[in-house]
């Protein structure tokens, strides 16, 4: 059984603790989990045509991002994870639903106490926005609103795996 979970994500490392709690509760024997990030196009023209969607997550992405989603895919290698990144563009209802149908998105993870770090001027709360879409739009696209994980000021991506007691290989 294949599953492919959008979760909305900041693209921090304090975003992942939730993307662990959604894995645990996820009993798919593969999963797919696709992280979106907010950020309303820009009106500008040459913005528009200037900026690839992969330099804009490229802009995103920290170095210690991109290793904590790796470790979390080896960590669950039998369950065969994959972890996309992608950028949402509006907060259109339509646009929404089209998205949704065309990533083959089976279910929804919104935390429900998270606050998402603004890092670009364009910023909006998807999962705000994914949670007022109306049945219809949502399809047969299941929702869950589950607490996540507060923003902590502690070295985040070692209790990530070393508070679990979990084995990690390098």
């Known amino acids: 059984m294949k599953k492919r979970i959008l979760i909305p994500s900041d693209f921090t490392i304090d975003s992942l603790l939730f993307v662990i709690q959604s894995l645990e509760h996820s009993k798919a024997k593969e999963v797919e989990v696709v992280l979106v990030y907010g950020n309303r196009s820009s009106t500008s023209i040459s913005e528009l045509l200037g900026i ?15 290793k904590a989603c790796q470790m979390i895919c080896n960590r669950y ?14 907060d259109n ?28 001027k364009h910023f909006f709360d998807v999962g705000k926005v994914l949670l007022q879409l109306n049945a219809r739009k949502l399809g047969q696209v299941g929702i869950i609103q589950k607490p996540g994980t507060e923003k902590f000021e502690c070295n985040v ?9 979990w084995d990690v290989n390098y």
């Open 157 to 165: 991506l070692s209790d990530l795996f070393f508070k679990k007691k």
């Open 52 to 66: 690839k969607l992969e330099d804009q997550l490229s802009d995103l992405h920290s170095e210690d991002f991109i």
């Open 93 to 120: 209802s339509n646009y929404l639903h089209n998205y949704l149908l065309g990533a083959k998105i089976d279910e929804i993870r919104v935390p429900s106490n998270y606050a998402f770090e603004k890092r670009t």
């Open 77 to 90: 290698e039998d369950r065969k994870l994959v972890i996309y990144t992608d950028i949402i563009g509006t």
